[in-house]
């Protein structure tokens, strides 16, 4: 059974527009998610990350929002960029488990111009 | 090195054979992680080494996997006797902090 839930395997935007990726999870004892970006023969690369603590959490045109009571977040991109695309990954661990990030299973970014 | 580096890139293998995947993780960091991911899934966790700590290897799926971390820094994992379910990218991460770190660019594992 899958803890993160990433439930759209792929998503088209305009370049300029806003890209937003979903994810939810269903342990509630995660409380630290990531974001991780990968790009084709490339690992993920780490992009942001927020804490149960906040809310939201904001870096340049990446913004991460938590709603802990619908066990949901989401990753805004704005404005959106063609270098944009790419697989994003969606992670979360429990601080008072093991540390072991479980991911879910992506979602495909395109960016188009 | 600047990175977690792993080798080979690339391994086409024959069913039965074995395997060892390398890395290198950050000098320094204390954490590291094997994942794989197969075809179309996201990534799939297989055993996490932190410090001196015993390894959690709960997530290697069967018996034929095996990983060992020597002096705290250089990672193998072992894929003996490798079937075609076992064809994926394996990845490494290491980290200062326990918790997703910084990622190898892979082994990409073909089993033919």
């Known amino acids: 059974d899958q803890q993160v839930k990433q439930n759209s395997p792929s998503l088209s935007v305009q370049e300029g527009r806003i890209s937003i990726l979903n994810c939810d999870y269903t342990?509630?004892?995660?409380?630290?998610f990531l974001w991780y970006k990968k790009y084709p023969a490339e690992g993920p690369t780490f992009l942001i990350s927020?804490?149960?603590?906040?809310d939201k959490n904001e870096d340049g045109r990446f913004t991460v929002f938590l709603n802990k009571s619908a066990k949901h977040l989401s990753l805004h991109i704005v404005p959106s960029q063609p270098g944009d695309s790419a697989v994003y990954f969606c992670?979360?661990?429990?601080?008072?488990?093991?540390?072991?990030?479980?991911f879910g299973r992506g979602t495909s970014l395109i960016v188009h111009p | 090195g600047a990175g977690v580096s792993q080798s080979p890139s690339n391994k086409v293998t024959e069913k039965g054979k074995d395997v060892e995947l390398r890395c290198d993780p950050i000098?320094?960091?204390?954490?590291l992680y094997w994942y794989r991911q197969s075809l179309g899934q996201g990534l799939e966790f297989l055993i996490y080494?932190?410090?001196?700590?015993?390894?959690?290897k709960s997530g290697l799926p069967s018996d034929r996997f095996s990983a060992e971390r020597t002096g705290g820094s250089v990672s193998t994992l072992t894929i003996q006797r490798t079937q075609q379910e076992d064809s994926a990218v394996y990845l490494c991460?290491?980290?200062?902090?326990?918790?997703?770190?910084?990622f190898g660019s892979g082994t990409r594992l073909t089993v033919v």
């Open positions: 080494f932190q410090g001196n700590s015993a390894p959690d």
């Open positions: 991460a290491s980290s200062l902090r326990e918790g997703a770190g910084t």
């Open positions: 000098s320094g960091h204390t954490a």
């Open positions: 992670a979360a661990e429990a601080s008072g488990g093991s540390y072991i990030p479980t």
């Open positions: 927020i804490s149960s603590i906040k």
């Open positions: 342990n509630s004892m995660f409380d630290y």
